[in-house]
Structure formats: C-alpha cells, structure tokens
C-alpha cells in the first residue's frame, strides 16, 4: 500500500481522532520557519520582560 501510494521509503505513523495516519516522513524541524514568522516579528517580547515583577530570587540569589 505504502509502495501504492509512492509514500517513499520512509513514512509516519500516527492516530488522529481514532485513525491511523500514514504519511511520508517529514524532515526534521519542518514548518518551523513558518510558524517563527506565524509567531510575530523578533524583539515583540520585550515588553514582557520589562514588566514583570522582581520576586527574591531575582534580586538576592541570582548571581551572572
């Protein structure tokens, strides 16, 4: 079947939503650059950082 469907040599096997999926193997870290763009421009987290709180270990334990 996977010779059938020129899946090639490799495939992935997974369940989804009770069913088994078998697809070609993806190389690995596929789609990553699309979901960094998805994710927003660099340096848009900023703004977080800035604004939390200190708590203790912040401002007596950590040592650079």
Known sequence: MIEECKLGD????R????RLVISPERPPRAGWE???RAAGRVGSD???LESRQLND???KEWKW
Do not use: H
């Open 46 to 48: 900023e703004i977080l």
């Open 57 to 59: 270990f912040d401002t």
């Open 34 to 36: 699309e979901s960094f």
């Open 10 to 13: 490799r495939v992935e096997l």
């Open 15 to 18: 369940v989804e939503n009770d």
